[in-house]
């Protein structure tokens, strides 16, 4: 087991690696200047010159790689073109809110696809069924970014129940209607998987044992039908988790949700190259560490799987 | 059961934890009485007025830090730290007499040496500023850019309180280039202290001091109780950065803000609604909106063609609808209430007759492909939609471009695409910032000539206007350039925005100013909030 | 071992199908017509299709016709989705808008599996140092995360169609390239491939014989799933911006133009979502349903 994680953490390094090399060259073969978008409407081509000497921008490419190598390995991103703060600073300044939008749409999703599932579940093939099963297949088909908007219409723009963008400084009314828009898409699989695994296991023997015994309906579906979903909900959330935190992009602007995904947006739009670069690298690592845990949290869960 | 206990143990966890994430980060509003509440749509890029390019910075450093002089509400420049100046005979020395006993928040007294480190910083490469060209006319200021002298021999400082600026030749408009955001002042050892983090710690001596910053979310100001010309009205200033504007709307309507700009798709609920409009202001920006021509591509280089552009292009109905009331129509580059813009000069007409006759003179009578570039923003798209659709009338097909802003005006200065929307905000009140920049050949590509217009009579004509300091006579100077240019259309000229604000009641003594920097918010006051 | 190449391990093992013929692809397509979610889906692709390709008969305006006087207006008889801030019909848009989508899911995921098969095939035949730098990249192409990917090479690029669809299928081709290595791998070692190749049959007699009919089912499969992802790129490219350019007709653009008008033209924005919608269904359900039609050993 050890030997196995040790080994799977050596993988990620030339990973991280080619995330580095795939973004630089990208960044630095594509035509445009990042010079040219950090200065304002007017400025005289001495200016443009001694910029690109004081960011070394005129080096040979091979040798600003290294550097930025070097900085990284040494914990160090480098700072912003346009805002001249380092980017490091900024990353763990977004990373904690956008954290925050991903464990609050996981939870919405949570609840969302296991009560939507059970209610499937508990009556097949009957018209709640086939309602719950119609959102489930709708929430995994509509775009997330129309779900966001569609919710601003009704609840913020309609109801006036909640403000329809912002921060607010973390206050929760702020961050509702974005994590149910994170938490759509999975919150369909959720239910989709918890509908079908129950059905499998209430025909199971054990259950109909439990059932016998005289225990209240309600108890059995809890206690052994959902435990047989935790793993496949685990599994829906653990993939879904890396794509929340870059593929929170769209529901992050939406919102105007100052995380990672909107700061990497703007950065892309602005050609903000040190930011770019950090960003990918930070998310790339985020997404194999949490690739990792989530096949470490299957053996624990599930003894079966084991590794060789 | 004991695995159970387990499963359910993990996942409760979970549950826990992101809670605890909920409310862990809950933060208040300030709710102090006499906190003015505005908003910025994003971020400030910086507060350090050495990099300050974008009039979001501008007007926060306008805020945290004082200049030599400052912009009033109008075209006039008034006195700041400098009390009174004298201009030599030939134009060219500015003597300033600095106020005494002006003191940096940091408690240290504002002398005739900040001023100097001040605008040397800008010129310096090691500060990354990209404003060398407001000091650029200073004498020796080209040697010191260049790395040729220690310091930049037109400033000089006569005494602690007594500042020289020498010019290489007399220019009207200089006093204006000191009122603008890289002539603030800022004190060399908070600077020297911070080093590129001192937009983080900014030390002026402006009426505001910064006293949080949580990036992205909300900055916040307290009155500067020491101020020279005495504290602000209000004790605080809350900006909070909202983005999106359908918040701002709702912010505003919850009373959480102090007053907003009114949204183009909600123009008509504000300001036909009774209880609001004695709350409304508008203000015609210094800013014209223009599609760029490249007029040295063919066949744009054809006056004909150009002229075609201008009269197929609908701007007035573009404008009734897509924009009701938020501008007026451009008839040249000099936006109304500066020296030398001409009301008398006929805006071009809707006539795409007319352009299909230009066309056809010009050897094109079955129309021509173009591309016009523009920025990644929703608005632009909006515009341009309008106008491609009006260009598809004549026969002229475009193709719309979007690219980053840095890849754009790369592509701008290498001449690349053959026209391109782009806004141009005055950064001081007068016409030569209209003229100069954007029409004289010797500033073509980022200098603001992005057009490439050349016309050796203008270029003598700009240069004989900026040396010309009588009013009137510039005022002649400036009216011809500027119909020279409009009539052989470098641009498609589209309009100059007017911007409409909506404000709280409570709110007194709220303006609106011609400059974006010129406010320093303090007489701003707020009676009982609703 | 997740269990996304738990999936591709039990295809290791696999023996190889039987050749393209009557036997077991009527036999999938039985199975197909007997699922009835999946017969949707492919009624609803099928339909798409068919708008696709006659948005010009079935258009009761010219799309790009702007009228402004005529702005915003709500869904009636006339227009029955409203009209958007050009006074342009917004369901002669839509209508147009589903050529669009099918235009660049269908390009996308020809360029995503083209290079997906070609560089697995490379990888699973070659072996060696080819292999690992192939398979190294597989694994940098999945830390990537995939719109931000995206989003960078549009905005670099000049944003437009093709480069849509280059931009999607080149961050789509991954899945397709460890799948197809796998599939080369358990054919070599496959006795009957030894067999075959002792006998004397050239390398490209037994990949045309034998590798592509067994790889068949897994693209079929592949292309439509991926279209469902691929419309959902083009969508959200657009919806920034950097996707189709004005004035073309695309859902993802309308949405993006409908968004300052929530509040007083919500029709702009509701429409063109629900056809998104409607179109990613299609695709995920004709897709489930081929999966279980053509490879009953990967129905999870």
Sequence with gaps: MTEYVIRRILLVIPVLFGVTLVTFVLMYVVPGDPVLSMVGERYDQETIESLRAELHLNDPLPVQYLRYIWGVVRGDLGRSFITRRPVMESILEKFPNTLRLAFSAMVVATLIGLVVGIISAVKPYSIWDRLSMTFALAGISVPVFWVGLILILIVAVQLRLLPPSGFGGGHIKYLILPAITLGTRSSAFIARMTRANMLEVIHEDYIRTARSKGLREFWVINKHALRNVLIPIITVLGMDFGSYLSGSVLTESIFGWPGLGRYTLLAILKRDFPVIQGAVLFMAVVFVTVNLAVDLLYSVLDPRIRYK | MKENLGSWLSYGLIFTVSILIWFGCGGGRNQEAKVYHTYLSADPTTLDPALSNDAGSGELCALLYDGLVRFGAGTEILPDIAESWDISADSKTYTFHLRPGVRFTNGREVTAWDFKYSFERVLNPKSKSSRGWVFQDILGAVAFLAGKAEGVSGIQVLDEVTLRISLVEPFAPFLGFLAMPAALVVPLEEVERWGEDFSEHPVGCGPWKLEGWVHDDHLQLRANEDYFAGSPKLSGILYRIIPETMTVTAEFEAGNLDWMSIPSAEFDRWVENPKWKPYILSQLKLQDTYIGINNQKPPFNDIRVRQALNYAVDVATIMKTIRPGRGIRANGAIPPGLLGSDPQRKAYPYDPNRARQLLAQAGYPDGLSMEIWKMQSPEVTRILEAVQAYLADVGIRAEIISRDWGMLKQAINRGEPDAYYMTWLADYPDGENFLFPTFHSVNWGGGGNRARYKNEQVDALIERARRTLDDAQREQLYRKIDGTVFEEAAWIYLWYPKIFVVHQPWLRNFRQNLMFNADKLLDLDIVERG | ?300
């Design chain 3, 1 to 300: 071992m997740s269990p996304e190449t738990k999936m591709k391990t039990s295809q290791e093992t696999k023996e190889p199908q039987e050749r393209l013929g009557g036997g077991p692809w009527y036999e999938a397509w039985r199975r197909l017509r007997r699922n009835r979610i999946a017969m949707f889906g492919l009624g609803v692709v099928l339909c798409l299709m068919l708008v696709g390709a006659l948005a010009g008969l079935m258009a009761p305006y010219d799309p790009y016709q702007i009228d402004l006087e005529n702005r915003l207006l709500p869904p009636s008889r006339s227009h029955l989705f409203g009209t958007d801030d050009f006074g342009r019909d917004i369901f002669s848009r839509t209508l147009y808008g589903a050529r669009i989508s099918l235009e660049v899911g269908i390009l996308s995921r020809s360029v995503a599996l083209s290079l997906g098969i070609l560089l697995g095939v490379l990888a699973g035949y070659f072996g060696g140092k080819l292999d690992q730098l192939i398979m190294r990249l597989t694994d940098v192409m999945f830390a990537f995360p995939a719109l931000l990917f995206l989003i960078g090479i549009t905005a670099a690029l000049k944003p437009s169609l093709t480069t849509l669809f280059l931009a999607i299928g080149f961050v789509g081709w991954a899945p397709m390239a460890r799948l197809m290595r796998a599939q080369v791998l358990a054919t070599k070692e496959n006795d009957y491939i030894t067999a075959a190749r002792a006998v004397g049959i050239g390398t490209g007699r037994i990949i045309r014989r034998h590798l592509f009919p067994n790889c068949l089912a897994p693209v079929i499969i592949s292309f439509s799933m991926g279209m469902a992802a691929a419309i959902m790129a083009e969508a959200s490219l657009s919806f920034i911006g950097l996707g189709a350019q004005p004035p073309t007709p695309s859902w993802g653009s309308m949405i993006s133009l409908g968004r300052e008008y929530l509040r007083s033209a919500p029709w702009v924005t509701v429409y063109p979502g629900l056809a998104i919608g409607l179109t990613v269904l299609g695709f995920n359900l004709l897709g489930d349903g081929l999966r279980d039609a053509l490879d009953p050993k990967m129905k999870v």
